[in-house]
């Protein structure tokens, strides 16, 4: 038997206290995002719960890994800090040499990990099936990702929509704009034309590109799917009915020059005013058309 001495200097606490301290009062700093003016510091770093069947799903799939890891991370380094203090040559621990095999070690620390991948596997399982049912939809909406913006097209409807980055952050980000950024809404993250849908909808995406492969992602939709050239990727959302409001998202996938500047944003109205602007839409549409032809 020996006795344990913790002898550890005192300044190494000091330092791992201090980082922890600056971490702490450093995450203010990262509350910057407009659109969730009550959220802040913490709350930014994790995953949005969204407004969707599918976000709410990843969601929760995300936070059981999160908290499966804290708890094996806190067991195996708390087992590995406590050896490393405790049985440490200086105070006088001696290696057991003899100890290269235990069988029953070995069985319980392959069967333990088996178990829990399992038990993440089940819910992980549930939510592929989920994002990858598309079927009924009650609303089918054609994405093309092109350089640098995206193409809507209400399947069936005659309307169809260009959505491109809006003028004032288009303005600030040209090289000596003279604009600061901050003085601009929702700077890079707005569109002059916003993809309008209606809530409590199962609308179904067909997700293409006509250039270089883009990424159609909204976190708060749950969604990212890739915009392949000749290819046809599908997705689906349903945001809740009690959810309307606007949602925002980017190019997910290194594009070009301009990849930075081709946002996302969803407007999702009700069941009525979205047949209402629909229809709007499909008049205005019909009269660009008769002027083209006649003129
Ligand atoms: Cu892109």
Redesign the pocket.
């Known amino acids: 038997m020996y006795r344990a001495r913790l002898g550890i200097r005192p300044g190494i606490w000091l330092g791992i206290a201090a980082l922890l301290a600056a971490a702490w009062t450093a995450s203010p700093a990262m509350a910057l995002d407009a659109d969730n003016p009550g959220s802040s510091g913490w709350r930014l770093l994790n995953l949005p719960v969204g407004v969707t069947s599918i976000s709410r799903d990843v969601y929760r799939i995300h936070m059981i890994g999160l908290w499966v890891c804290v708890a094996i991370g806190i067991l195996v380094f708390g087992v590995m800090i406590w050896s490393i203090v405790f049985h440490r040559q200086s105070s006088g621990a001696v290696a057991d040499v003899t100890l290269v095999h235990n069988t029953k070690v070995e069985i319980i620390w392959t069967t333990i990990p088996v178990l829990i991948l399992i038990g993440m596997a089940i819910p992980a399982a549930h939510g592929l099936v989920l994002i990858s049912d598309d079927s009924h939809s009650q609303l089918d909406i054609k994405v093309t990702?092109f350089?640098?913006g995206w193409h809507y097209e209400y399947v069936g409807t005659g309307v169809s929509l260009v959505s491109k980055l809006d003028a004032k952050s288009m303005a600030a980000s040209e090289l000596d704009s003279g604009i600061s950024p901050y003085s601009v809404p929702h700077y890079l993250r707005n569109v002059d034309h916003p993809l309008v849908v209606p809530v409590g909808t199962k609308i179904r995406l067909l997700i293409g590109a006509v250039d270089?492969i883009?990424?159609w992602w909204v976190p708060d939709f749950g969604i990212k799917k890739d915009?392949i050239p000749g290819y046809i990727n599908q997705s689906w959302f349903e945001v809740d009915a009690d959810k309307p409001g606007v949602y925002r998202g980017q190019?997910a996938?290194l594009?070009?020059r301009?990849?930075g500047y081709?946002p996302i944003v969803v407007d999702a109205v009700s069941k009525a005013d979205f047949q209402a602007w629909l229809k709007r839409e499909a008049a205005a549409e019909k009269a660009a058309t008769a002027r083209a032809s006649s003129s």
Request: proline share 0%; hydrophobic share 30%; aromatic share 8%.
């Open positions: 990702g350089q640098w270089v883009h990424s915009a190019c996938e594009c070009g301009g990849h081709m």
